[in-house]
């Protein structure tokens, strides 16, 4: 009716034409109201509004939380990296809102692999629209700068309820910011470690790598490169940079997990270690043991484990490729064969191998050469020539009374500390060990705040040497840190006595008195209130014989609306305590003052300098920053560079820089490896394990009381050691030994795997003016790597008595 003047009826009388007019004009008013109605629906049904079409043959993965172009450009780097064996993974980002135009673009970049969705993991429809209940698994990110830790951390734990309830078979791994609240995890009734299930602790692994790298300077650096995906060309290094040819070198290895050839089936570990680094060209760390109920057992660099069927290797190497020779190998087709490229999968049935002949050519492969890799006789060189043994200066030499002999100003204190630190010593050694009751750390009787509160005057009598200082520089109302797993490695049980160090905080009174019931149960652990910032804070407690200075991000510096300005804290104080001189530094003494020891030890030894020294910037730093960018100001020697990668700047290289973002790869990593993270806590957190995990969820009190007969198996777990190639048992290889040499000898003699290396920055050079103090991180370099005697070595080392005098 309403088309008037088209078609072969309309209307002929004016009463008919006015009504089609009024007619017309309300069904056009009627339609537009409906139009926004419409137009939202049809834009409601976007491809983001869609479901998940599971391509054939592919797996998926689910990845929710704290989704920005930042955090899912993160992940995706890792997570898609090339040397990555297994690529027929898809991801899917799920999150409660459409993709701004900088995401999109990401997700353009990467449409093979990534897709996205809107909405969330709490509705039961949104997970089945990505097919909740066919993933390989849920990964769950959260936000690092947010302003409440435990608001943020509570959501994600929501998540994760919400994810077993639709599906409680699903593997899930969830990212936390405080240590305490993974306790809350074990609430949930279908969460289960054995079956994949983990968490990545942000405050715990970052302070368990601050924590190890107060015990093994640069140890932080060479694990985060491990188990990150890196890949970086050497070709633009200049000749003045040539020391991060083999840094970048070291730095594009990666941990990977390989099933061992049934060949290696009834070898001991080291026989299989050994055969891997000499013939194989890997470095095997740990090994992976599946019983038939299921069960996996975990073992770093194991004393006496014979390797079975179906063990999987944990092994660092340059790609997945390199790894599968440990899967490859034979030992009738590849027992003669030289070249690590070579050995490929072969025809013959490895069914069919006979014990007796295993055992023979195992022998023979093993022992083979021997001879030329013995150890000399200790204090010995390959040249015939004696070693020179370093002496510590601050500890090692006695203090006769010497007559005559001029000192300056100074040397008499210097004199008096010497004193001090020899009669403490002494007392210290005659402790008797006490530990808690999981045998997992020394444990002491709770001690009250008041009694290790220290003044400068008292912080000067008890004469602080070899002692690990942090500065924090929270107030007296911010956020916890939660410093409990910064001193739990410290205090890790297979430490020898010897090498507990003493632990002195320095920040505000009443927020260290806010921390303390988390540190109550820890001996030799003190606090100075003061600030980071004041150098007579800094002097009162040796800062410049310190075997470590920490300092600690503040808990608001995630919340700074200039990220440049977000650690200015750390900086400042980092570059205020690189500014200072020491006059009464035990180090690094001047020719003057040691005249002042003539007929001393000390006089027949060169003149090696050591760290701690009478100038700030040669005092043991690492400095934690909450934003990556903001490293290149702890250096001046740094490129200020804000697009280089945080890993190719020099402080992370040389070890004295320490950011959270580091631990961005774990999540990737634990999804292709299960069994990573195990890995990584116990390298970084002194062996902290499940029971002692439940337990501290239980309260805050750490209850303990066992000797060191009753702790002796939990003990003698493999810890990190850093072992100069100046003296010892390694020493006859500082001499341009070669890395493979040694690697062997430590294994066969020692059972102790080598690293890598801890070298000076400008060791290299034939000329330099003044050469400069800093070390860089070498990861497992080649066989043929020429050593140096300044060179330390990392090594994985089992806690024996013995070690004691290798030290």
Known sequence: MSTVGFGDISAVTYFGRVFMIIFISIGLGMFATYIPAILEYISSHTIYHGSYNLPEGRKHIILCGYITKQSVETFLRDFLHKDRSETAVNVVIMANFLPDAELQSLLKKHFVHVSFFKGTVLSGDDCGRVKMKMADCCIVLCNRECVDPSEEDAENIMRVVAIKNYYPRIRLIIQLLQYQNKSYLLNIPSWNPKCGDDVVCISELKLGFIAQSCLSPGFSTLLANVFSMRSNDTTDVTESDFWQTYYIEGANLEMYTETLSISFKGMGYQQVAEICFGKLGLLLIAIETIKPDGEKIFAINPLDKTIEQRTRGYFIAGSSTEVKRAFYYCLTCHADVKCPELIKECECSKEHKSDVQLTGLVNHAVHHDSAHLSFAPEGKLRNGKTSVKTVDARLSFALPNKPGGEAKQGTYKVLHKLKALKEQQAIDCEKKPCFDISGTFYWCAPTRFEDVLLTREEALKIVFSHHILVCVFNEKDAPLLGLRPLVIPLRASNLLQSELKKIVFLGNKEYMEREWHQLCNFEDVFVLPGSPFCRADLRAVNANLADMVVFLSPSTASKADDPKLADKESILASLNLKAMSFDD???????????????????????????????????????????????????????????????????????????????????????????????????????????????????????????????????????????????????????????????????????????????????????????????????????????????????????????????
């Open 585 to 807: 530094a035990v180090g690094m003494l001047s020719e003057n003052t040691r005249n002042a020891f003539a007929g001393l030890e000390f006089n027949e030894l060169p003149q090696v300098e050591r760290r701690g020294s009478a100038y700030g910037c040669n005092i043991p730093i690492i400095t934690e920053v909450a934003f990556d960018q903001n490293v290149q100001y702890l250096d001046i020697d740094d490129e200020d560079d804000d697009d280089l990668e945080l890993y190719l700047t020099q402080p992370f290289a040389c070890g004295t820089a320490f950011t959270v973002s580091m631990l961005d790869s774990l999540m990737s990593a634990s999804y292709f490896n299960p069994d990573v993270l195990t890995l990584v806590r116990n390298l970084v957190t002194g062996g902290v394990n499940q029971f002692l995990e439940e337990h501290i969820a239980e309260g805050d009190e750490l209850r303990g009381g066992l000797d060191a007969a009753q702790t002796a198996d939990t003990r003698s777990r493999c810890k990190i050691l850093q072992m100069s190639l100046f003296d010892g048992p390694l020493a006859h290889y500082g001499d341009g030994g070669s890395f493979g040499d040694m690697f062997l000898h430590a294994l066969r003699a020692s059972s102790m795997i080598c690293l890598g290396l801890y070298r000076f920055r400008d060791s290299n050079k034939v000329s330099v003016g003044v050469p400069s103090a800093k070390r860089y991180v070498i990861c497992s370099p080649p066989y043929n790597f020429v050593l140096q005697q300044t060179d330390l070595v990392f090594v994985l080392a089992h806690s024996d008595p013995q070690l004691e005098k290798l030290k």
